[in-house]
């Protein structure tokens, strides 16, 4: 049943508050999700003052026209081609790394059901199990290769038993349900984020400040050899510039006899000295 028209009234003013109250949101998926675990995600987000809307592609693409109806050129308009399944929005202004660790915390481990489609490979890996003798059947019909090792069937090389997109089927279930396997894990998937305007994935999260300084350095190295290279000053090149200069004529004083400056001074002790 779907909401009744009050209901649906408030859920429209209630999103479109949100979205002028915060100015940072996470697009995210909840495929597979249950309700107790949306509920405990929803308690993790609170103390971050973060709050958890889900609603139908239908009804959030509404509300996002309307919003555009009320304030043309609203940056939140640009949402709406990333508004497809099962999409939520997650609203904050805290900082967007810490909302992320407490999403991605809140991943559980899941068996893979019959009819399933796996999102990840599955690979069985060589190991003793609890099966006896009697089961030996099962596991040669999934031709995998066992031996008996102390009344109990172990497995003797890995199996590559589903990969991404394959359909879990029962033989595929039971096996995994018999090693006591729960090979995927759901929560909510973060698929874009929304900073002020600004669209990007969320893998830009996982840049570091030690990231940015080792990119810096790099393209500023790179300036600096261009530069060197085809003889045109700028700012990255100025200082090996006036390195090699200085190297240039402390080497001229060290072989001149008659010629010295204060800074060369050290230089020609030394060479003295070790002659």
Same mark, same amino acid.
């Given at each position: 049943?779907?909401?009744? $028209? ?13 979205? $002028? ?7 995210v ?59 939520? /929005? ?12 407490v ?15 796996a ?9 003793? =199990?609890?099966? &006896?003798?009697?089961? =030996?059947? /099962? ?7 066992t $031996?008996?090792? $102390? ?13 991404p997109? &394959? ?36 893998s830009?999260?996982?840049? =570091?400040? &030690?990231?940015?300084?080792?990119? /810096?350095?790099? #393209? ?11 003889? /045109? ?9 006036? =390195? ?8 001229? #004083? ?19 000295? #070790?002659?």
């Open positions: 049943m779907g909401m009744s $028209k009050e209901k649906k009234v408030d859920y429209f003013a209630r999103t479109k508050n949100l979205i $002028k109250t915060y100015s940072k949101a996470f697009v998926t909840c495929d597979n999700v249950g309700s107790l675990q949306m509920q405990q995600i929803r308690l993790a987000l609170r103390p971050l003052n973060t709050i958890l809307l889900m609603g139908k592609n239908t009804m959030m693409r509404k509300i996002i026209n309307e919003l555009l109806e009320e304030e043309p050129g609203h940056p939140f308009g640009q949402m709406m081609d990333l508004v497809k399944g099962n999409v939520g /929005f997650v609203f904050t202004n805290n900082d967007l790394g810490e909302v992320k660790e999403l991605l915390s809140n991943i559980v481990p899941a068996p893979a059901k019959v009819g399933a489609v999102p990840i490979a599955v690979v069985i890996e060589a190991q003793p =199990t609890e099966c &006896d003798p009697g089961q =030996t059947a /099962f596991f040669q019909t999934l031709g995998i290769a $031996k008996i090792v $102390k009344g109990k069937i172990e497995i003797t090389s890995p199996v590559d038993l589903l990969q997109g &394959d359909k879990v089927g029962n033989s595929e279930a039971m096996l995994l349900q018999k090693l006591d396997i729960k090979p995927f894990s759901y929560g909510l998937l973060i698929k874009s984020v929304y900073d002020n305007g600004s669209i990007f994935d969320a830009v999260l996982d840049i =570091t400040a &030690d990231d940015l300084m080792f990119g /810096f350095q790099t #393209a500023l190295g790179n300036v600096a050899s261009l530069s060197l290279a085809v003889g /045109f000053p700028t700012m990255a090149s100025v200082p090996p510039s006036m =390195t090699s200069a200085f190297k240039t004529l402390v080497a001229i #004083a060290v072989e001149c006899d008659g010629y010295s400056f204060e800074k060369a001074g050290p230089y020609k002790e030394a060479v003295a000295a #070790a002659k």
